[in-house]
């Protein structure tokens, strides 16, 4: 993750970065909510680009292919590559273990 966007994984598990209110850049970052959303309440799989501001402000270009992962109707993770679609493969995958929200880690859902 840190090769990718300048973060430690931890920083965006624990939450002291927010992948969608600190790293997704604000014009992408309404359509990536509502692309996550629209993926998870069909219990699809998603893969979306977009773009991000690394930690040392580089402005990025990502993809990131995911699915939920759902215990009885609920979301409890989404699980998935973040990846940068000019190099050959994906270099992060990650897990992002949720209670209703993807606000840790990834967009805010409200």
């Given at each position: 993750?840190?090769?990718l966007?300048?973060?430690e994984?931890e920083?965006?598990?624990a939450g002291?970065?927010?992948?969608g209110e600190?790293?997704?850049?604000d014009?992408?970052?309404?359509?990536v909510?509502?692309a996550?959303?629209d993926?998870?309440?069909r219990?699809?799989e998603?893969?979306i680009?977009y773009?991000?501001?690394?930690?040392?402000?580089?402005?990025?270009?990502i993809r990131?292919p995911?699915?939920g992962?759902?215990?009885g109707?609920e979301?409890?993770?989404i699980e998935?590559y973040i990846?940068?679609?000019?190099s050959?493969?994906?270099?992060t995958?990650?897990?992002?273990?949720?209670s209703?929200s993807?606000s840790?880690?990834?967009p805010?859902t409200?």
């Amino acid at each position: 993750m840190k090769e990718l966007t300048g973060y430690e994984s931890e920083q965006l598990v624990a939450g002291t970065i927010s992948l969608g209110e600190d790293v997704i850049h604000d014009d992408d970052s309404d359509d990536v909510r509502n692309a996550v959303e629209d993926a998870l309440d069909r219990r699809r799989e998603f893969d979306i680009q977009y773009r991000i501001r690394t930690a040392n402000g580089e402005l990025r270009r990502i993809r990131e292919p995911a699915h939920g992962v759902y215990d009885g109707g609920e979301v409890v993770a989404i699980e998935g590559y973040i990846w940068d679609p000019d190099s050959s493969r994906p270099t992060t995958l990650w897990t992002d273990e949720e209670s209703n929200s993807r606000s840790k880690a990834g967009p805010p859902t409200e």
